[in-house]
């Protein structure tokens, strides 16, 4: 059995259940000019309130100057594995519209932007690694964001490295089973 694989309690589509976060990237791998277009139109077709569509992406490849304004505010042991990755995304909430007024279910239509971008980057045989530990002020100053959009989180994406090129720790992390809550843990059923 590959711990790498989901134990589900009911089947889901194979794609979910192959679908996780690695810490190791291949170094080596570059994504060719295109390569995201999928990835980033499963995005755009994620349901959004009043399909507002409120989220916007800051795309960065190794290598860049922008890539390495990226991975400078990350924080904690993010640092160590996530410059690896062929691209770093910072994952942006339009908070507000134009004309000031809140977007209250901006992150969440953004959360759901990025499931559609995350499920479809392993259909294209790349992985994805959601990561909240960075600093946003410094990713707004970076890029000049205007308040009205809010940083969420970042992704990192590339192509399956391998788990020996990390420390100790993370390769623990790395090679451990996934685990999930029992699904009756999670859906509150009421009659």
């Given amino acids: 059995m590959n711990p790498r694989i989901a134990q589900t309690s009911a089947p889901v589509i194979d794609t979910l259940a192959e679908r996780w976060s690695p810490r190791a990237f291949d170094a080596e791998h570059s994504l060719p000019e295109g390569a995201l277009r999928g990835v980033f139109e499963a995005a755009r077709w994620a ?5 507002s569509q409120p989220w916007r992406f800051i795309v960065t490849r ?6 390495a304004a990226i991975e400078e505010t990350l924080v904690g042991f993010n640092r160590e594995w996530a ?3 062929a691209a770093l995304i910072v994952n942006v909430a339009e908070v507000e519209d134009a004309e000031g007024k809140p977007r209250p279910w901006a992150e969440y239509d953004l959360g759901q932007a990025v499931a559609h971008l995350s499920v479809q980057a392993h259909s294209e045989g790349l992985h994805v690694h ?3 530990g960075f600093d946003r002020e410094r990713i707004s100053a970076a890029f000049g964001l205007e308040p009205r959009f809010r940083p ?3 992704t990192a994406l590339g192509a399956l490295g391998s788990h ?10 790395e090679v451990a089973p996934r685990t999930r809550l029992d699904l009756e843990e999670l859906v509150l059923l009421r009659d």
């Fill in 62 to 67: 190794r290598g860049s100057e922008s890539f």
């Fill in 152 to 154: 969420v989180s970042v």
């Fill in 164 to 173: 020996e090129q990390l420390s100790e720790f993370l390769r623990e992390r």
């Fill in 47 to 51: 349901p959004s309130a009043n399909n």
């Fill in 83 to 85: 410059g690896s990755a």
């Fill in 130 to 132: 959601q990561i909240g």
